[in-house]
């Protein structure tokens, strides 16, 4: 329902700029919050549940970070999370409040691990960090996965260095990131500013008279020491 | 008081069966070592039959035949042997069908005794009750015979005669119900068995008739026992005691095993029957502990630790077959002992508006899985160390915090072990998490990678290591740290470093330190 559609029904600017469309209900049902608001905007409503997610990007692109926000956003809602860590580099203090199941293991047994937490059942978002990950994923493996997350209606969030999925992610998200330095006096990394653009996934969820919908977004991350 | 005697004929045959049930249908014999008969020289004892099923005996097998003799007499006789371990979990599988039904039981032999008076309620009559610890005994794997009556020795005489029959209450009743069993029935005594025969008294309805002091005077006080028992005026004092805390069974192998899929095969039938056991008396297994009696020596005690009780095999056979891969025995196996803790399952209301987390027993088994694919210490929850290091990490055992709760026996008492969040506590973690999401993460090299980094007037100006070789950009720092040197000494928990970051040419934003001690560059990670 476009917002001109809902004031001629209600007259009033104010009721009708707050009411919802069915639709987007339903799909926001089919999502969950990325954690970051611009994101969930882009993606109309967050990461798909039940499916693959992948974040690409080079080193410094802010996939560690989105992935981390993703799992906040879901332990914040009270579910269980776990995150395949291929290399073991999380960061002990920016751990997200709560406790993911963390699995520190090689990247070739990333896949194996994932489907065993996803299996157990129960898991809201399972994050698969293969930011370093340099091995040949074979096609079955992903499949294989994304059966396991659609029958447990999970969110799988996969960061890989390039884009893998193709079309096993029900979303794909691509990064690109600047750094950005405090140049008042001697330099100072101040953060990071990612571009996100939606490669996949968004125009699924978005409603069919969207008009104004955008696809990419920019996010400042800050560091922080 | 009434009292239900259930009586398993041929216990230790029928505690063998348990482990072999496909031959229940067919016949069946116990064979057991006894010693030679002259007792010269270092003769071993032979292995022979001392009990048998009724298919058997009709095939012609006796007590006393060695067992070519009774495959001889009986084609496709299935052969037991005696075992320890078959015999103590025979016993305490048949107490186990007592406590199914009361709290306290009597063990005596190849009988049970326990008090049924309470069952009322649940059963419309006694005949009833009866049929429901027969069923119940066959459940276990006994095929067994039930009689209750208002004395202890009344029941046994009825069990022995009966396969399930209920004696009135009243004196009167009961002396008629026990008045055409034979005298047999009444005593184990050749003499006094005889003595009776002699007086021409075959029925205990005879006895009965007989002068009680008269019988006591010539037959002495077993005659007097007797006598009494057949007016249904027995006094012999019913000790019923408490259940065991733990649940054994226990098998004995006849070779050894080395590969963990037999072994795992072995177990499945203990742990069914266990689980059986413990179902019988509304509990669940909380805990496993295995004791593995190793070739030709030793013993391997392991405890297995069950997220929350449960009375499904699949997670406590996963459990154990994973921990027995992780360390596995040091010999063959040729003794299995499967001990279960028992607790009661408590369910617990869901929450309508959060959402489920894991199944205990399912979590339990995966985290168990993850651990034999990536090592016990790569599983957890991660936890901040206290160090100033920025790499220290720790890994804590994994507990979610909301979702499916099950309680153990002593749950009733005290709080579950996680406490799901509260509204509150949601909200604030969600605000919390709202207002610091947008903030870079670090990701470690854990150990830091020693690199190769050309210094300038400002600082780095271009590193090289394994996987990265980059001009620098923009450099920022250095920024002096150091710690921990409170703790030098042979641990060598003192250091002192100075932390750049740098902006390289691939694009990346890369933390890198010099360490003070030797001048060494390390890259600690990259931000992303």
Same mark, same amino acid.
């Given at each position: 329902?476009?917002?001109?559609?809902?004031?001629?029904?209600?007259?009033?600017?104010?009721?009708?700029?707050?009411?919802?469309?069915?639709?987007?209900?339903?799909?926001?049902?089919?999502?969950?919050?990325?954690?970051?608001?611009?994101?969930?905007?882009?993606?109309?409503?967050?990461?798909?549940?039940?499916?693959?997610?992948?974040?690409?990007?080079?080193?410094?692109?802010?996939?560690?970070?989105?992935?981390?926000?993703?799992?906040?956003?879901?332990?914040?809602?009270?579910?269980?999370?776990?995150?395949?860590?291929?290399?073991?580099?999380?960061?002990?203090?920016?751990?997200?409040?709560?406790?993911?199941? %963390?699995?520190?293991?090689?990247?070739?047994?990333?896949?194996?691990?994932?489907?065993?937490?996803?299996?157990?059942?129960?898991?809201?978002?399972?994050?698969?960090?293969?930011?370093?990950?340099?091995?040949?994923?074979?096609?079955?493996?992903?499949?294989?996965?994304?059966?396991?997350?659609?029958?447990?209606?999970?969110?799988?969030?996969?960061?890989?260095?390039?884009?893998?999925?193709?079309?096993?992610?029900?979303?794909?998200?691509?990064?690109?990131?600047?750094?950005?330095?405090?140049?008042?006096?001697?330099?100072?990394?101040?953060?990071?500013?990612?571009?996100?653009?939606?490669?996949?996934?968004?125009?699924?969820?978005?409603?069919?008279?969207?008009?104004?919908?955008?696809?990419?977004?920019?996010?400042?991350?800050?560091?922080?020491? | 008081?009434?009292?239900?005697?259930?009586?398993?004929?041929?216990?230790?045959?029928?505690?063998?069966?348990?482990?072999?049930?496909?031959?229940?249908?067919?016949?069946?014999?116990?064979?057991?070592?006894?010693?030679?008969?002259?007792?010269?020289?270092?003769?071993?004892?032979?292995?022979?039959?001392?009990?048998?099923?009724?298919?058997?005996?009709?095939?012609?097998?006796?007590?006393?035949?060695?067992?070519?003799?009774?495959?001889?007499?009986?084609?496709?006789?299935?052969?037991?042997?005696?075992?320890?371990?078959?015999?103590?979990?025979?016993?305490?599988?048949?107490?186990?069908?007592?406590?199914?039904?009361?709290?306290?039981?009597?063990?005596?032999?190849?009988?049970?005794?326990?008090?049924?008076?309470?069952?009322?309620?649940?059963?419309?009559?006694?005949?009833?009750?009866?049929?429901?610890?027969?069923?119940?005994?066959?459940?276990?794997?006994?095929?067994?015979?039930?009689?209750?009556?208002?004395?202890?020795?009344?029941?046994?005489?009825?069990?022995?005669?009966?396969?399930?029959?209920?004696?009135?209450?009243?004196?009167?009743?009961?002396?008629?119900?026990?008045?055409?069993?034979?005298?047999?029935?009444?005593?184990?005594?050749?003499?006094?068995?005889?003595?009776?025969?002699?007086?021409?008294?075959?029925?205990?309805?005879?006895?009965?008739?007989?002068?009680?002091?008269?019988?006591?005077?010539?037959?002495?006080?077993?005659?007097?026992?007797?006598?009494?028992?057949?007016?249904?005026?027995?006094?012999?004092?019913?000790?019923?005691?408490?259940?065991?805390?733990?649940?054994?069974?226990?098998?004995?192998?006849?070779?050894?095993?080395?590969?963990?899929?037999?072994?795992?095969?072995?177990?499945?039938?203990?742990?069914?029957?266990?689980?059986?056991?413990?179902?019988?008396?509304?509990?669940?297994?909380?805990?496993?502990?295995?004791?593995?009696?190793?070739?030709?020596?030793?013993?391997?005690?392991?405890?297995?630790?069950?997220?929350?009780?449960?009375?499904?095999?699949?997670?406590?056979?996963?459990?154990?077959?994973?921990?027995?891969?992780?360390?596995?025995?040091?010999?063959?196996?040729?003794?299995?002992?499967?001990?279960?803790?028992?607790?009661?399952?408590?369910?617990?209301?869901?929450?309508?508006?959060? #959402?489920?987390?894991?199944?205990?027993?399912?979590?339990?088994?995966?985290?168990?899985?993850?651990?034999?694919?990536?090592?016990?210490?790569?599983?957890?929850?991660?936890?901040?160390?206290?160090?100033?290091?920025?790499?220290?990490?720790?890994?804590?055992?994994?507990?979610?915090?909301?979702?499916?709760?099950?309680?153990?026996?002593?749950?009733?008492?005290?709080?579950?072990?996680?406490?799901?969040?509260?509204?509150?506590?949601?909200?604030?973690?969600?605000?919390?998490?709202?207002?610091?999401?947008?903030?870079?993460?670090?990701?470690?090299?854990?150990?830091?990678?020693?690199?190769?980094?050309?210094?300038?007037?400002?600082? #780095?100006?271009?590193?090289?290591?394994?996987?990265?070789?980059?001009?620098?950009?923009?450099?920022?720092?250095?920024?002096?740290?150091?710690?921990? %040197?409170?703790?030098?000494?042979?641990?060598?928990?003192?250091?002192?470093?100075?932390?750049?970051?740098?902006?390289?040419?691939?694009?990346?934003?890369?933390?890198?330190?010099?360490?003070?001690?030797?001048?060494?560059?390390?890259?600690?990670?990259?931000?992303?």
């Amino acid at each position: 329902m476009s917002s001109s559609r809902a004031l001629e029904l209600v007259g009033d600017p104010e009721i009708a700029a707050r009411i919802i469309p069915l639709a987007r209900l339903v799909e926001s049902r089919g999502r969950r919050s990325s954690g970051i608001a611009a994101l969930d905007t882009l993606l109309h409503g967050g990461w798909p549940r039940g499916g693959l997610t992948e974040l690409s990007g080079r080193r410094s692109s802010g996939r560690t970070a989105i992935l981390r926000a993703g799992l906040g956003a879901a332990l914040a809602a009270g579910e269980a999370t776990a995150l395949v860590d291929a290399g073991g580099t999380l960061d002990a203090r920016a751990l997200p409040a709560g406790a993911p199941l %963390w699995i520190r293991c090689q990247p070739g047994q990333a896949l194996k691990a994932a489907d065993l937490v996803i299996g157990a059942g129960g898991f809201g978002v399972v994050a698969i960090d293969l930011c370093d990950a340099t091995l040949r994923i074979p096609d079955a493996a992903w499949m294989r996965l994304r059966h396991a997350a659609r029958a447990q209606g999970t969110t799988v969030l996969v960061a890989v260095p390039h884009p893998r999925l193709r079309s096993f992610a029900a979303a794909a998200v691509e990064l690109d990131g600047a750094a950005t330095f405090l140049s008042d006096g001697p330099p100072l990394f101040s953060g990071l500013d990612v571009r996100a653009a939606c490669r996949r996934g968004a125009r699924d969820a978005a409603p069919a008279n969207d008009e104004a919908r955008s696809s990419c977004v920019s996010l400042a991350f800050t560091c922080r020491s | 008081m009434r009292l239900a005697c259930v009586h398993v004929p041929q216990l230790a045959l029928q505690a063998a069966l348990r482990r072999s049930p496909d031959a229940r249908e067919r016949p069946a014999a116990l064979l057991a070592v006894t010693p030679p008969a002259s007792g010269k020289g270092k003769a071993r004892g032979v292995a022979r039959v001392i009990e048998m099923n009724g298919d058997a005996r009709r095939a012609g097998v006796r007590a006393g035949m060695t067992g070519a003799q009774a495959a001889a007499a009986a084609p496709g006789l299935c052969l037991l042997r005696a075992t320890e371990a078959d015999r103590e979990a025979g016993a305490a599988a048949l107490a186990d069908v007592g406590f199914a039904f009361a709290p306290r039981v009597e063990r005596d032999g190849e009988r049970i005794y326990f008090a049924v008076e309470d069952l009322g309620r649940l059963y419309p009559h006694e005949q009833a009750v009866a049929q429901a610890i027969q069923a119940h005994a066959a459940r276990i794997g006994f095929g067994a015979r039930v009689a209750i009556a208002s004395s202890r020795g009344t029941a046994r005489v009825a069990a022995r005669a009966h396969d399930l029959a209920v004696v009135p209450a009243g004196a009167a009743e009961a002396r008629a119900f026990l008045a055409p069993l034979p005298v047999t029935l009444f005593t184990g005594d050749d003499d006094l068995r005889a003595a009776f025969r002699r007086w021409g008294t075959r029925t205990a309805g005879a006895i009965a008739a007989l002068p009680p002091q008269a019988v006591a005077l010539r037959l002495g006080p077993p005659g007097a026992e007797v006598a009494r028992l057949a007016r249904a005026e027995d006094d012999e004092p019913f000790l019923p005691l408490p259940p065991p805390d733990a649940l054994e069974e226990a098998t004995e192998l006849e070779y050894p095993i080395a590969e963990l899929d037999p072994l795992s095969f072995v177990l499945r039938g203990l742990v069914d029957r266990a689980l059986e056991r413990l179902a019988g008396r509304s509990l669940a297994c909380a805990e496993l502990t295995l004791r593995l009696t190793l070739d030709p020596r030793g013993l391997d005690v392991r405890t297995i630790p069950v997220a929350a009780p449960t009375r499904e095999a699949k997670p406590l056979i996963e459990l154990a077959r994973l921990d027995l891969a992780r360390r596995p025995p040091e010999a063959p196996v040729i003794g299995l002992h499967v001990i279960a803790l028992p607790a009661r399952v408590r369910a617990t209301q869901l929450d309508m508006l959060r #959402p489920t987390g894991p199944a205990p027993n399912r979590l339990a088994v995966t985290l168990a899985r993850l651990a034999a694919l990536v090592g016990p210490e790569n599983v957890g929850a991660p936890a901040a160390v206290d160090s100033w290091r920025e790499e220290a990490i720790a890994v804590k055992p994994y507990a979610p915090e909301a979702g499916d709760q099950t309680g153990t026996l002593e749950g009733f008492l005290e709080p579950p072990a996680t406490t799901p969040l509260g509204k509150a506590q949601l909200r604030q973690r969600a605000a919390a998490t709202a207002a610091g999401d947008l903030r870079l993460a670090l990701r470690h090299r854990r150990p830091p990678e020693e690199i190769e980094v050309l210094m300038g007037r400002d600082g #780095p100006t271009a590193l090289r290591g394994a996987e990265t070789t980059a001009r620098v950009v923009i450099a920022a720092g250095p920024y002096r740290l150091s710690g921990e %040197w409170w703790q030098d000494g042979p641990s060598g928990g003192s250091w002192a470093r100075e932390y750049w970051d740098v902006h390289a040419s691939d694009g990346a934003v890369y933390r890198l330190h010099r360490d003070a001690r030797d001048g060494r560059f390390y890259l600690d990670g990259y931000y992303d």
